[in-house]
């Protein structure tokens, strides 16, 4: 059974910084994307980042390019987002998928969904 688990949220002020990781389990993923998501409250999930297993192709959401940076270890089956700078507007659940493609990550589709971890930005 595939199990996603995401860790690293907290309460930051405005400004700050947080690492998001996300430890995967249960298939090889060696083929697979992996990507974040985010959901704010009253509002509709939204693609956040997405990366090849390969690294070689890295998508982000227009909101957050040049402050989120996503990255994998394939040795560890973990990926993780960077988030710099970050703004209250960031705030939000944030979930991590794994899917077939980057490409269909950040159109939405995705095979499996990890629990999420909650981000607080204080302003």
């Known amino acids: 059974q595939v199990q996603l688990v995401e860790s690293g949220g907290g309460l930051v002020q405005a400004g700050g910084s947080l690492r998001l990781s996300c430890a995967a389990s249960g298939r090889t993923f060696s083929s697979y994307a992996m990507g974040w998501f985010r959901q704010a409250p009253g509002k509709e999930r939204e693609f956040v980042a997405g990366?090849?297993?390969?690294?070689?192709?890295?998508y982000y959401a227009d909101s957050v390019k040049g402050r989120f940076t996503i990255s994998g270890d394939n040795a560890q089956n973990t990926v993780y987002l960077q988030m710099n700078s970050l703004k209250p507007e960031d705030t939000a659940v944030y979930h991590c998928a794994t899917g077939d493609a980057a490409s269909k990550l950040r159109v939405g589709v995705a095979n499996y969904w990890g629990q999420g971890t909650p981000v607080t930005v204080s302003s």
């Open positions: 990366i090849s297993w390969s690294g070689g192709v890295r």
